[in-house]
């Protein structure tokens, strides 16, 4: 069961930022006993692999602050996030996975099941992510950009924390991050209501 949440948590994060979870358990496998990955997703903690996904989380941070750029950044990242959250579920949650030289044989496997559980999670958190920041953007006409995607950033960073040492707090986590979203959804209702009566 925690293996469960684990994977669902990394892959809620990865809908937020693809790279968080995906570097963070690359470095904790690579330098720690903290993550212990499957053989197939080992390839998440070698040297070159780690660097390119740095290298991507510095650009998808610094894009994802910058009004107009943050909308393009989240069209790219449609593809990205949920291929992240599946990788990230499917390596949290431990699972076995057939050798990657038979791709074919992963899909019809029961190892897709939380590739795929890790999938439809981090799509439906980036669709969110992405909708919300419309509202906001349009809102305070870009000003908070930066704002909203630096709670989205520390957001990603706690979950991937939560899910990795505490897996139990992942759904304690995750309801008051919707009741937050819901609350400042409404506020930014009820501001423009205030803006077209007066």
């Avoid at 996904?53 to 510095?58: D, I």
């Avoid at 559980?117 to 809102?139: C, E, Q």
Wanted: hydrophobic share 55%; charged share 15%.
């Amino acid at each position: 069961m925690l293996e469960v949440l684990t994977g669902s948590g990394l892959a809620l994060s990865a809908g937020l930022n693809a790279f968080i979870p995906m570097v963070s358990i690359g470095l904790l496998a690579r330098y720690t006993d903290v993550v212990d990955l499957p053989a197939q997703w080992a390839w998440l903690e070698n040297p070159w692999v780690l660097v390119v996904l740095g290298v991507l989380l510095v650009l998808d941070v610094v894009a994802d602050k910058v009004p107009a750029v943050d909308h393009v950044n989240d069209v790219v990242q449609t593809l990205v996030r949920p291929t992240a959250g599946g990788i990230v579920c499917a390596a949290g949650s431990s699972s076995e996975t057939p050798a990657l030289t038979d791709p074919g044989e992963f899909f019809t496997s029961s190892a897709v099941v939380p590739f795929v559980i890790g999938l439809v999670l981090a799509l439906s958190t980036h669709l969110a992510k992405a909708s919300g920041r419309a509202v906001v953007n349009v809102s305070t006409a870009g000003v908070g950009a930066p704002v909203v995607s630096t709670i989205e950033d520390v957001s990603a960073l706690t979950m991937t924390a939560l899910a990795i040492l505490v897996p139990v707090l992942v759904i304690v986590f995750l309801l008051i991050l919707v009741a937050l979203l819901l609350w400042v959804r409404q506020r930014f209702a009820r501001r423009r209501r205030e803006r077209s009566i007066g």
